[in-house]
């Protein structure tokens, strides 16, 4: 199931896979919000690692062809669990503490934007005008969000929990960016198993602190069955559901399924959560839009390369 297998001819099953994939995504960032109320976020974090490790137990085994891990691979998984899964998942679940679901799956929609601008600044790539454009959006969108009061709590509150999430999409625009030295040599499967471990090695010492002094007693099963919810959909189903569906469409036409994250995450704030949208939700929500658009046409690789793993 690797990302750069030829698109075989079923489309409409691809572009299905695609959407859902990235729908599942915003929701399930979206449904952290109440689990940041049940659980300490470092605590949160380390569960979803050690839950998503004991299931993936199967797709840490080297498969036949593949390349034996050696000290620059071992490097890359370490650098990137690091920024992708470690500092990503605090910051993330921080910023989503903070500010409202809907608002963090705007925000994160602009990772096509951030990888544009990584690639830039640190792989010395050259931008188009179209690529400056949706960088710009970006931007925009998340000003927008935040001087119109976009969070759960006012100004005051969303400003820094805006900032966590975006923190976070560039954490996760670093992890594309090394993605790419591990997908000629790895299968997505066991780069994902492998992320997941390292993740779970550096949250451990953090989690056991936090572990120490919370009332596991207290939670409820629902707050539990979210918990697997979240574990799974974000180590496991979204990035399968990702690259399976790569395997159906060409790469220039993923990139626009992007979109399906913030409108997953606003519906599911609506609808689940009881948050209300306001103008600059939806204005940040045509930003995001609009710079999608622009990156798919002109970067699909880079859009490609992250996998729905958000």
Not at 8 to 25: I, N
Not at 62 to 72: I, K, M, N, T, W
Not at 201 to 226: E, I, N, Y
Request: charged residues 10%; glycine residues 10%; contains cysteine.
């Amino acid at each position: 199931m690797s990302p750069s297998a030829p698109a075989p001819s079923r489309p409409l099953r691809g572009y299905l896979l695609l959407f859902s994939g990235m729908a599942l995504v915003g929701t399930y960032v979206a449904l952290t919000k109440p689990l940041t109320a049940v659980f300490p976020v470092l605590l949160l974090a380390w569960l979803r690692f050690v839950i998503a490790a004991v299931v993936m137990l199967p797709w840490l085994r080297r498969e036949p062809g593949s390349v034996a891990l050696d000290g620059r691979l071992t490097g890359t998984l370490l650098l990137q669990s690091l920024f992708g899964n470690f500092l990503f998942s605090i910051l993330m679940l921080s910023g989503v503490a903070m500010t409202s679901a809907a608002a963090a799956g705007v925000i994160l929609a602009t990772l096509p934007a951030a990888v544009a601008l990584m690639s830039w600044a640190v792989l010395r790539e050259r931008l188009s005008a179209r690529t400056w454009a949706a960088v710009g959006l970006a931007v925009a969108g998340v000003m927008v969000l935040t001087l119109t009061r976009g969070g759960t709590g006012g100004a005051a509150q969303s400003l820094p929990g805006n900032l966590l999430i975006l923190g976070c999409v560039f954490c996760e625009a670093v992890y594309v960016i090394l993605g790419k030295r591990l997908t000629a040599s790895l299968s997505a499967r066991r780069i994902s198993a492998l992320l997941n471990l390292w993740g779970l090695v550096l949250m451990t010492p953090f989690g056991l602190w936090q572990a120490r002094d919370f009332d596991f007693g207290a939670v409820t099963a629902g707050s539990w069955l979210l918990l697997l919810f979240y574990a799974l959909a974000a180590s496991m189903v979204s990035t399968w559901l990702w690259l399976a569906g790569l395997r159906h469409v060409p790469a220039s036409h993923s990139g626009v399924f992007t979109i399906a994250m913030p409108l997953a995450a606003s519906a599911t704030a609506v609808i689940a959560l009881g948050e209300r949208l306001g103008a600059g939700h939806l204005v940040a929500l045509a930003c995001a839009g609009a710079g999608i658009l622009l990156i798919a046409v002109r970067r699909p690789a880079a859009i490609r390369q992250h996998g729905g793993r958000i």
